[in-house]
């Protein structure tokens, strides 16, 4: 499956209907930048400030955000910019200096990771460590083979774009990469594990028959570009076996899933009983500022150390550790994955009430404060990506962020900061009800 043309995203030909300081602002972005930055909505926003939940445009209206994962803890966290600003007023070198705040933090981030993956690599952003992983996997097993997800993304840098076919079709992948379908909810009549796992084992049976070896089964494991999928706990065991059987290594992309958004666990792994090879960590990890990494089991890990050289100017450095370290304080301080898991329940039960009035609203996915909702044709249940597109307009001039995603651009994603309460998730839905409501009137 390709990924279709971004639908949510600005079209220049409208330009005229835009405030004219809007539009000015395009215009000189569009002369520095150039096409390959593309800005959300119909109506783009000008944002100049955020704090928690909310982002204020340059006229002072706010907006709730439910979509923003990056500013997990919520927008300019004083207790994260504290750290961050301290730190640089301090000292900010690379990781070939002795540091002790490098050491406290992977100390301190480990012991929220299974016992054997006691090893940590810091990168600046989750494709250097998707890229990294990569590199480590096809050491450690001497295979090039990789498997993911049918519409997959894990990063734009030359290798892990190859693996990550929401790109489209101007992205190719790489030959050493093989799709498997995503996971889906087969309504009882199969098992989501055994089907995933049996069609792991094709892809391998496949690399194998092209004189390939296996290195590696990734995926992020709540299915993010590939529409959101959480499934029951436990279905991507059997996977991760088959690829250890055929000597490959199983890597979990925790770069959106991690950090306690799922609302269970603090690893989207955990809730399926398993010990990734690999955890790749990325988006969240400093609110903003940037710092991602590898989590690494030391046979692993250690074999790649012998064998090649890893340096990063800016990973690891002291202000990235005191951001990350920050995230964490704040995490458990406010309790913000048991939030995630109280609002997610109240944010799903509520979308599904919404569901059932409106037939255009299909199925409710996910876990925590991470979901996905379909947008289909009430006539036959069919993808309407247009619809979605509309949907997440209306939210947009009703000052509410959304987007949408999956391999029609037909599912609305859902992941606001993890301080969004049950108030701030009836915002959302009261507004969606709204939307909905003027959408469907007007077509009718």
Request: hydrophobic fraction near 40%.
């Given at each position: 499956m390709t990924a279709p043309v971004m639908i949510n995203a600005y079209d220049p030909s409208s330009a005229?209907?835009?405030?004219?300081?809007?539009?000015?602002?395009?215009?000189?972005?569009?002369?520095?930048?150039?096409?390959?930055?593309?800005?959300?909505?119909?109506?783009?926003?000008?944002?100049?400030?955020?704090?928690?939940?909310?982002?204020?445009?340059?006229?002072?209206?706010?907006?709730?955000?439910?979509?923003?994962?990056v500013p997990s803890v919520g927008h300019c966290h004083p207790r994260v910019v504290e750290a961050v600003a301290r730190q640089a007023s301090q000292l900010n070198v690379h990781t070939r200096y002795l540091d002790e705040g490098i050491v406290l933090y992977a100390e301190r981030l480990l012991q929220m990771f299974p016992h054997d993956s006691s090893r940590l690599m810091l990168t600046c952003t989750g494709s250097e460590a998707n890229d990294l992983a990569l590199r480590i996997a096809r050491t450690h097993t001497a295979g090039t083979g990789i498997i993911v997800t049918a519409n997959a993304y894990h990063g734009i840098t030359s290798a892990v774009a190859q693996i990550s076919p929401s790109l489209g079709l101007h992205v190719p992948l790489g030959y050493d990469v093989r799709t498997v379908p995503a996971p889906k909810d087969y309504g009882g009549a199969r098992d989501p594990g055994e089907v995933f796992m049996r069609d792991v084992e094709h892809a391998i049976a496949d690399l194998r028959r092209h004189g390939i070896r296996p290195a590696a089964l990734i995926v992020d494991t709540i299915f993010s570009s590939d529409g959101v999928f959480a499934g029951s706990p436990g279905f991507l065991a059997p996977a991760a076996e088959a690829i250890r059987a055929a000597g490959g290594l199983f890597i979990a992309d925790e770069v959106q899933a991690g950090f306690g958004r799922l609302g269970t666990h603090m690893w989207g792994f955990m809730r399926h009983g398993i010990s990734p090879d690999l955890v790749t960590l990325g988006k969240p990890m400093g609110n903003g500022y940037p710092i991602a990494g590898v989590a690494a089991r030391p046979a692993v890990l250690d074999e790649f150390a012998a064998k090649a050289r890893y340096f990063n100017t800016f990973a690891g450095s002291p202000v990235a550790c005191a951001a990350g370290m920050?995230?964490?304080?704040?995490?458990?301080?406010?309790?913000?994955?048991?939030?995630?898991?109280?609002?997610?329940?109240?944010?799903?039960?509520?979308?599904?009430?919404?569901?059932?009035?409106?037939?255009?609203?299909?199925?409710?996915?996910?876990?925590?404060?991470?979901?996905?909702?379909?947008?289909?044709?009430?006539?036959?249940?069919?993808?309407?990506?247009?619809?979605?597109?509309?949907?997440?307009?209306?939210?947009?001039?009703?000052?509410?962020?959304?987007?949408?995603?999956?391999?029609?651009?037909?599912?609305?994603?859902?992941?606001?900061?993890?301080?969004?309460?049950?108030?701030?998730?009836?915002?959302?839905?009261?507004?969606?009800?709204?939307?909905?409501?003027?959408?469907?009137?007007?077509?009718?």
């Open positions: 005229g209907n835009l405030d004219p300081a809007v539009s000015e602002l395009i215009a000189r972005r569009e002369r520095v930048l150039g096409q390959p930055y593309r800005l959300f909505y119909e109506e783009p926003v000008h944002f100049v400030r955020g704090a928690g939940v909310w982002l204020y445009d340059a006229a002072g209206n706010k907006y709730l955000d439910s979509y923003n994962n920050a995230v964490l304080d704040v995490i458990e301080d406010e309790q913000l994955m048991e939030n995630a898991h109280t609002v997610g329940l109240h944010l799903k039960e509520g979308f599904e009430a919404l569901s059932k009035r409106y037939p255009e609203l299909g199925s409710v996915r996910g876990q925590g404060l991470f979901l996905g909702v379909d947008l289909v044709s009430a006539d036959d249940l069919s993808p309407a990506p247009q619809l979605a597109a509309r949907l997440v307009n209306e939210l947009r001039r009703r000052r509410i962020l959304i987007s949408a995603s999956g391999p029609h651009g037909h599912v609305l994603k859902i992941r606001p900061p993890l301080p969004f309460t049950t108030e701030h998730a009836d915002m959302l839905l009261a507004a969606t009800d709204e939307a909905m409501k003027a959408l469907t009137t007007s077509v009718g």
